[in-house]
């Protein structure tokens, strides 16, 4: 496609349910990064996707939080148990690798009820 | 502990006059530097990138500098317009195993007609 997707662009969830968002990166992007954004707030990062090599998780917030990335494309960042400071903005974006520009996602809102 | 800092407060001006945001950043050494602009509601998007080895670089009304040390990046806007009214967010890049982007909390911009 012509930029990043997110899917869903809205989710509302009832507290302590799973949910599963969306990233299709560009074509060809190697890089692909998850944020999260709450009101007012900055970019929280939360994991980094480079190639092959393994990623780096250093920014989830606790073991409720998983990502993956299948063939080098679409990912998927799961929250198990949700609970409502999960609530925010969980922005995808894409790049080719170093000094390259990230091309951001819509980003989906996630409300936890 | 390694920070991002970009001023919280929003910064008023009057059009036509030129806005500096300023980024500080401890405990990184950043290969790169990119500012952001982000609207309300959408993802961030890329503006300009400068190297550790440039200590500035302009694009149009836009211009920024980098000092490695002071550890700090400026981010002018010249004769500003209503809209360049956003938020503009401060991207480090550092080589770990790959190249990571850490983003600054963002500075809110307000130009007046």
């Known amino acids: 496609g012509a930029g990043v997707s997110q899917s869903p662009s809205n989710k509302v969830t009832e507290k302590g349910k799973d949910v599963e968002l969306r990233c299709d990166p560009i074509s060809g992007h190697t890089a692909l990064y998850w944020y999260r954004q709450s009101l007012g707030q900055g970019l929280e990062f939360l994991i980094y996707?480079?190639?092959?090599?393994?990623?780096?998780k250093s920014g989830l917030p606790s073991d409720r939080f998983s990502a993956e990335r299948t063939g080098g494309s679409v990912s998927t960042l799961t929250i198990q148990r949700t609970q409502q400071e999960d609530s925010a903005v969980y922005l995808c974006a894409s790049s080719l690798g170093a000094e390259s520009r990230a091309f951001f996602g819509q980003g989906t809102r996630l409300t936890v009820v | 502990s390694q920070k991002i800092e970009q001023n919280s407060e929003a910064l008023n001006i009057q059009e036509g006059k030129t806005a500096t945001l300023t980024c500080n950043y401890t405990n990184y050494s950043p290969a790169y530097l990119q500012w952001y602009r982000q609207d309300p509601g959408r993802g961030p998007v890329f503006l300009l990138l400068i190297r550790e080895n440039e200590k500035e670089k302009r694009k149009e009304r836009l211009k920024v500098t980098f000092d490695t040390t002071l550890k700090q990046s400026l981010f002018h806007i010249t004769a500003s317009q209503p809209a360049d009214s956003a938020t503009y967010l401060c991207?480090?890049?550092?080589?770990?195993?790959?190249?990571?982007?850490?983003f600054g909390a963002g500075t809110r911009l307000f130009v007046k007609a």
């Open positions: 991207a480090l890049d550092q080589e770990t195993g790959g190249f990571k982007t850490i």
């Open positions: 996707f480079q190639g092959n090599s393994a990623p780096d």
